[in-house]
């Protein structure tokens, strides 16, 4: 693989990307409303599939003369698509503002804006799920948002793994045909499943017949096709489509084509944050190996066709309101793919796909795709080797994933052990099993640190003074617990609550999502929805889980600690006098501060005094939330996944026991300890993150650790870093990840960013454009531990 | 003396190390040196003596010291002074500091306890990793020494020691049966320059080598001569440890480590003066490091780790 090359055609398309201009785009928002206007009578299965058909039949489109693979949402790359069934009244609210916010800003034309408040937003203002959920339901949702964000209220479910092997095998018109066929037969209630189906179908197969069309065309066209590779590679394309729009792929080329359709035809349905490929290097091999055991393709020309797949998954971004753009900064769209990792039988699996796939990451190092890389026990020393190597290259991928930890988690949620072994990661760093299974990662964050803070002052927040409604006003707070067991049982008796009011109001978000937007192009590639006739909202999946966020379990656990230590325990300091520091925001408690930062075990340095505070109380709430089912009958069950959000999330947090100041930022990652508190190194960290079970972060858990880069230098140091890994497989970590990057060029990077432009950095489970993140979260990004300096 | 309460005097334990040995490693650095390097690079292990040391970055100046035992602090405007002459319980006056500015540069422990700090990484050291015993000069906490190794031995552990050989051979031979890896430093070959910057003879360094490179466990040495510009890194004297020690053993394992500029910082926190405290050299680069290597292999080595 070594001799491989990023040709030209590649580098000059990763140029395009940054020189082109991002704007916020209201075509389909338009074709998607008179759809419905004209539609009116029909049920809403219908009104949908109509809407994505006439989109896929008239989006404007277009073709790069260098491409080898086609197909975008917008003619335009990047651009963020308004999506009026999720939700139109936070656009109305903040459209002047996208060209000027802070995280994830969009170029608008005001033509659009105007067009959009006279045509667009009136339809929708009692229609979309925004606006029905913000109607029925955000008394309960808003009573409890201090301690609780309710996820997806304004735009349709992702986060899903699609069943891409059948989509290749059967493609669009084969997927018609089985849903024509279960048409004939079913009863009543199920036709409009299966017509809308059809409907979507029909969309799909025109949709990539216009691509077909356009490059034809365009290899006509002399002042486009100016040159021979130019026209030859227009022709291809034309082929490639006008094949696989009616039958399923004859090679590796048009196997990529036909599953790059199916992501881009998801997010044209849905406008989602991740749809995930999953395990490409298994589902596209057998084209790939007839391909070169014919001679017909050679390693270095399935590259050039994989980097221009990971070329297409960064022309995707996901444009969400501003408060939703601080909580997943820097355009997170979680086009996720899993190498490695066990087979069927539960043997190493690995081949080229997998090394091409590092290769293309190696030369690229762009946000997308979201690479991972699954480990386990059998993992050679080579691929390992690779892929630390890739890593060392600093865009912060592949990110690694257990099997040893992940796949009993997956077990205990109920899922088959041939589904556990096959999994998968969505979005950032979700589980999920393959084309079966509707997630519902991050239905809800729940701040723990929030609260705890509430609990200890009686309900009291701290920032606002506002006494908290749902907080038992009963319970004494921090001045008058006698003893830990009481702050405790306090804390224990606030976490019910809010679990049980949590609960609801996820309800009533997912009823909303059955109601408004049912999903049949999905449908069609989430088994056995397409078999029973039920839309995958509606619980057509085989697995039903939602996973519920805890945030973060670092500060709750040094914040116990402290308590427990200097209160309780040796006495330093009397209850009232912890809670006067907190509530002046340790002005004035400067010693008490320092003595907590140094005199208090801390979360990451393998200590269980604190750790284990932290495992019970994951634990507890883990137990607590299992008694629940979801609306669709299936677990909810606990991630430890920030995303960015431990940045807002620690902006609503007072001055907390752990020492941390008011408003200033959490513990990054999710499994990660609080930034510069973790004082005995890597190891230390892994330790203590071993001591939470599996199972409290079956839905993902995110584990981010950042390296000099002189830490790579040599093969000798690479060889250490693989036994890291395999210390981590050992300790059943489900994820880790790393920055491999130098303080002083994030500083330089912040202070000129033009220069620094195309420097990628993992933020959470993904990577960003470092210039592209807001002030504070490079700041975060900055203070995070490094290892490596010796 | 019963053995469980014999107690090692050790000034760091740190996780994660990355040199002197394979894979991951915990280094045990115990206190006390019969050297006194020019260019030491842990000065804090010098001394064998536990005593209070104060870092002026850490201290709020609470004054909760000076407040609490003013017998044993006080002040010199923004300097904390330290009354060595204090008889009282220090331990008690170290507890009153929020910050851990005012502490102990070094501790106590029994072999038990090291061994349970050990074990926290025990997971590392299956896949080539292992612990490493480094100083001051750990052999002259013979006894101490003797005992942790043979418990890591039992736990399967890989060990290796870091040695100036300053020591009598009979405690070496105590300690070889335990030890996977001995990295023995031979600083410099000429022995009045030995002593003017290390302000020992290299005679019994001398002898002890040669009992090493002439013992079964002649394979388990690696010498070692750190560069450190002006004082060692001489094209004279890296050749004549080069043939001395491949003329007695010419497999002889033979590394030469990089100066490491760093070491100034520590210096501060101790009364020794660093051997560059005007113009600190940078470590040498590549090329430098090649020619220093030639060197080696012109005068005999055959066996040169690089890492």
Known sequence: ?????????????????????????????????????????????????????????????????????????????????????????????????LPTRAQDPFEVNQEDIIYFRENIKPYWETKSLEDVIQE????????????????????????????????????????????????????????????????????AITFIERYADLANKLSNDSTIANTEERKISLIKIAENCQHISRKSPETFHEAVQLLWFLFVILQMESNASSFSPGRIDKFLYPYYKKDIDNGTITKQDALEIVESLWIKFNQIVYMRNSHSAKFFAGFPIGFNIALGGLDEKGNDFLNDISYLCLKAQEHLGMPQPNLSVRLHEKTSDEFIETAIKVVARGSGMPQFFNDKSVIPALREQGIEYVDALDYAIVGCVELTTQGNNLGWSDAAMFNLNKLLELTLTGGVDLLTSKKEKYIYSDQGDLATFSNFAELESAFAKNMDRYIGLM????????????????????????????????????????????????????????????????????????????????KSNFQGYEPLRQMILNRVPKYGNDNDYVDNLGTRWAEYFKNRLSLYKNYRGGNYHTGMYTVSAHVPMGEVVGASPDGRFAKEPLADGGMSPMYGRDLEGPTAVLKSVSKLDKNLTSNGGLLNMKFLPKFFENEESIKRFVSFLRAFVELEIPHIQFNVVNRQDLIEAQKDPDRYRSLTIRVAGYTAYFTELATALQDEIIARTSYGEF | ??????????????????????????????????????????????????????????????????????????????????????????????????????????????????????????????????????????????????????????????TAIETALNVSWSSIERVLPYVDTLFADFKIFDNHEHMKHTFV???????????????????KVIIRTPLIPIYTATKENISMIAKYISKIYPEVKYELLNYNPLAISKYPFTNLTYCFSDMNPTAYTNEEMLYFQNLALESGIRNLVKI
């Not at chain 1, 590649?10 to 201009?21: A, F, G, M, Q």
């Not at chain 1, 199920?190 to 179908?201: A, E, G, L, Q, R």
């Not at chain 1, 966020?549 to 116990?560: C, E, G, K, P, R």
């Not at chain 2, 990793?129 to 039992?154: C, H, M, N, R, W």
Request: aromatic share 8%; hydrophobic share 40%.
């Open chain 2, 201 to 219: 003879s290299n005679n019994l360094i001398k002898e002890n080598i040669g009992h090493l490179l002439t013992s079964e466990f002649k394979d």
């Open chain 2, 1 to 158: 003396m019963d053995q469980s309460s014999i107690q090692g005097t050790i000034f760091d334990i740190q996780r994660f190390s990355t040199h002197d040995g394979e894979g991951i490693r915990t280094n045990v650095f115990l206190k006390g040196c019969p050297l006194a390097c020019v260019w030491c690079q842990n000065p804090e292990g010098i001394d064998p003596k536990i005593e209070p040391i104060w870092l002026p970055d850490k201290c709020i100046y609470c004054k909760a010291c000076s407040d609490y035992a003013p017998a044993a602090i006080s002040w010199d405007g923004d300097n904390l002074v330290i009354n060595y002459a204090y008889q009282g319980d220090w331990s008690k006056i170290i507890e009153k500091c929020p910050t851990t500015a005012l502490r102990f540069n070094a501790g106590k422990m029994t072999v038990l306890q090291l061994i349970t700090e050990l074990k926290k990484d025990e997971v590392f050291y299956k896949f080539g990793g292992g612990v490493t015993f480094s100083g001051g000069e750990p052999l002259i906490q013979i006894d101490f020494l003797e005992l942790a190794l043979i418990a890591s031995k039992q736990r399967g552990w890989n």
């Open chain 1, 503 to 582: 609960i609801k109001a996820c309800e009533y978000v997912e009823s909303a999502h059955i109601e408004i937007l049912p999903t049949a192009f999905l449908s069609s590639v989430i088994n056995p929805c397409l078999s029973e006739g039920i839309d995958v909202t509606a619980g057509g999946a085989k697995y039903n889980l939602s996973g519920i966020q805890m945030i973060q379990v670092a500060n709750l656990a040094d914040s116990l600690a402290a308590i427990k230590l200097l209160v309780f325990d040796e006495k330093k300091v009397s209850g009232a006098e912890f809670l006067e520091a907190l």
């Open chain 1, 136 to 203: 029925r339901y955000s008394n309960e949702i808003n009573e409890i948002s201090t301690v609780v964000k309710i996820n997806q209220k304004d735009h349709a479910q992702g986060h899903i793994c699609p069943d891409s092997k059948t989509w290749l095998a059967k493609g669009p018109q084969g997927l018609l045909e089985e849903a024509e066929s279960y048409l004939e037969n079913c009863p009543e209630e199920k036709k409009d499943f299966y017509k809308s189906v059809i409907i979507t179908m029909e969309g």
């Open chain 1, 1 to 97: 693989m070594d001799d491989l090359i990023m040709t030209q055609r590649i580098s000059k398309l990763k140029e395009k990307i940054h020189s082109n201009v991002r704007y916020a785009s209201i075509e389909q928002a338009k074709i998607i409303t008179d759809t419905y206007r004209a539609n009116e009578d029909k049920p809403k299965i219908v009104q949908r599939a109509l809407a994505l058909k006439a989109s896929l039949n008239r989006i404007e489109i277009s073709i790069d003369p260098d491409e080898l693979i086609v197909g975008n949402r917008t003619a335009g790359i990047r651009y963020g698509v308004v999506f009026p069934e999720g939700g139109t009244t936070w656009v109305d609210e903040e459209f002047e503002k």
